[in-house]
């Protein structure tokens, strides 16, 4: 692909080292690292009234996550739903802009931008043209950017400049459970989620982690007393599982599931945590030990297809036709 005058943002996609799989590949001329991702793609636009953003959803994602809620997204293309595709960023910024003007955004007083995904980050450098252009229409212009962390420490320093406020997830605590369950390792994250707490901590608006049963609750205290031991003000969300993609057939978490961790984080010192959405007649039931969570997580791996132990997606042989993208969960039925 020939990069037009206004398209020479891109240019960091012909050797992408965006995040931490630093697959080196040109993403402009159809190589594909194990995002497979290309060109940066929009899956859509929204207005939010819980941010009281104009909220940009793009496609693709650095992490295979087990419990992905928004896996077609995230797993574009191979999850086999088409998308908007791309959007040249000063179309996008003239939609941003009538958007903010509609009935509706002023309604629920919508003055800013948010990115999410899949995993913005990878498409970094198209954040930075869009911030850019919309901030040259309104500098005090507020940017909101929710990321899994696994960008390298460059990208992370691009993206705290570009955004005002960051939602940060930490998915597991413990690397071989982070494997199992993103198919990544844990390291990256939290070494720039310690980065960000450290040198910029006006821009975290929030760490958070989805609750599994018996997936991940042993991991949760523990990122509980990481985030403390760094400043025990922060705020720590954690957010109900709703089953989906490779655990289809997972149970939910039940209210006193999610205030039972609660507690358990604020056990550690903790002083800012709380949760939002369980199941009604969700679980109760907890493992608290990491061997256990482990063999659930891989039972499952297998039940979709995947076999590799540890699970690595960047060194799988698979990678570009992973059996594990299932395209109707529901079919994916438990083994007795
Ligand atoms: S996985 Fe990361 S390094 Fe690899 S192509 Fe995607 S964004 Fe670039
Ligand atoms: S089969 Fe390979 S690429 Fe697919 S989820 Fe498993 S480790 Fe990752």
């Known amino acids: 692909m020939v990069l037009s005058m206004n398209q020479e943002y891109l240019k960091d996609l012909k050797n992408c080292q965006l995040c931490s799989w630093n697959c080196k590949v040109n993403r402009l001329e159809g190589e594909r690292g194990v995002c497979r991702a290309g060109i940066p793609e929009i899956a859509y636009t929204s207005l939010t009234s819980v941010l009281k953003s104009y909220s940009m959803t793009l496609l693709g994602c650095s992490f295979r996550c087990v419990y992905c809620n928004a896996y077609r997204i995230s797993q574009y293309p191979d999850s086999g739903w088409m998308y908007r595709g791309y959007v040249e960023p000063e179309d996008l910024v003239q939609e941003a802009l009538n958007s903010f003007e509609t009935s509706l955004a002023r309604n629920i007083g919508v003055k800013k931008i948010s990115f999410t995904g899949g995993e913005p980050s990878i498409h970094t450098p198209y954040l930075e043209e869009v911030v850019s252009r919309m901030k040259e229409i309104i500098p005090e212009l507020e940017v909101g950017l929710a990321t899994n962390g696994f960008s390298t420490h460059k990208t992370m320093k691009r993206l705290v400049k570009l955004s005002s406020y960051i939602n940060f997830e930490i998915k597991a ?17 939290l070494k720039n989620a310690e980065w960000l707490v450290r040198k910029h901590p006006e821009k975290i608006r929030v760490f958070r982690t989805v609750a599994i049963p018996g997936i991940n609750d042993s991991q949760i205290p523990k990122i509980a007393q990481f985030i403390k031991d760094i400043d025990p003000t922060l705020p720590y969300r954690l957010v109900g599982f709703r089953p989906h993609f490779m655990i289809y057939y997972h149970p939910a978490p039940s209210k006193s599931f999610m205030q039972k961790l609660v507690e358990s984080c604020k056990k550690q010192g903790l002083e800012n945590v709380d949760y939002s959405g369980y199941y009604p007649s969700g679980s109760v039931y907890m493992v608290h030990n990491g061997r256990e969570e482990l063999k659930i997580i891989y039972n499952y791996l297998s039940n979709v297809g995947c076999y590799r132990m540890p699970r690595n997606c960047s060194s799988c042989t698979e990678k570009d036709y992973c059996p594990a993208i299932v395209l109707e969960p529901w079919t994916n039925l438990p083994k007795e």
């Open 173 to 189: 605590f413990d690397d071989e459970i982070h494997h199992a369950i993103t198919g990544a390792p844990v390291k990256p994250v």
